[in-house]
């Protein structure tokens, strides 16, 4: 991968939710045993969740043995339990900062998010939810290249306008399908390597790294930035 000497001038920004901005990973990893046991698909302990993040999508659900139809049920069961631990969940370091910046200059924000606005909103505070100019929650776990398609067609923006921010392969495929350029943050729930082989246009390493490629009103994006873009 090569360090970019320039980027599109991005009016939109889509960003997901858990493990993008929110380090809602340790909180998963410790529910997730018991999860298994009461929806009976396979047993992953803390042990095998690193093995996890490094399976794309259709790969992370063939190892838990999840039926197609059963999904829907566990991440209800996950959102109302997150929503009496929203407590527990923090942001991860610099994503207030980066929010709070870019919301104040010229581009639109939006959120895609397959949790509840009701727990976005608890965990990110009244101030960073108001950054949002729009969001689509409870987007189903395999539907979001359809939610996406809508939420895009609600903005009214072009598909080179946007640039879509997340940390699942299931997030870049979204992207893919409606020809959006994808940025991949490399704290999530997806290791580096789960993205190589779809070679995303950014990969961020740290949430300032977004701040340096879209503040910059030019769509230039400064040499010393450690963002690598193929």
Known sequence: ?????????YQLVVFDFDGTLADSLSWLAGIL?????????????????????SLDTRELLQYLKIPVWKIPIVALHLRKRMSCETD????????????EDLASGRLTLALLSSNSWNNVARIL????????????CEVPYLGKTRQFGNLLKKSGHDARDILYIGDETRDLEAARAHCVHFGAVTWGFNRPNA???????????????????????TGRAPLDMPIHRN
Do not use: Q, V
């Not at 045993?33 to 993040?53: I, S, V």
């Not at 993205?195 to 009103?217: C, M, N, Q």
């Open 1 to 9: 991968m090569n360090i970019p000497d320039s980027s599109p001038p």
């Open 33 to 53: 045993p018991e999860t298994a046991a009461r929806f009976r698909f396979n047993h992953a302990g803390p042990e095998k969740f690193d093995y996890l993040r």
């Open 88 to 99: 527990k969940i923090p942001l991860y370091p610099g994503i207030r900062e980066m929010l």
């Open 125 to 136: 505070g009244p101030r960073l939810s108001s950054c949002f100019d729009f969001h689509h």
């Open 195 to 217: 993205f190589l082989k779809h070679k995303p246009e950014y990969l961020f390493e740290e949430a300032p790294d977004i701040t340096r490629l879209l503040s910059d009103h």
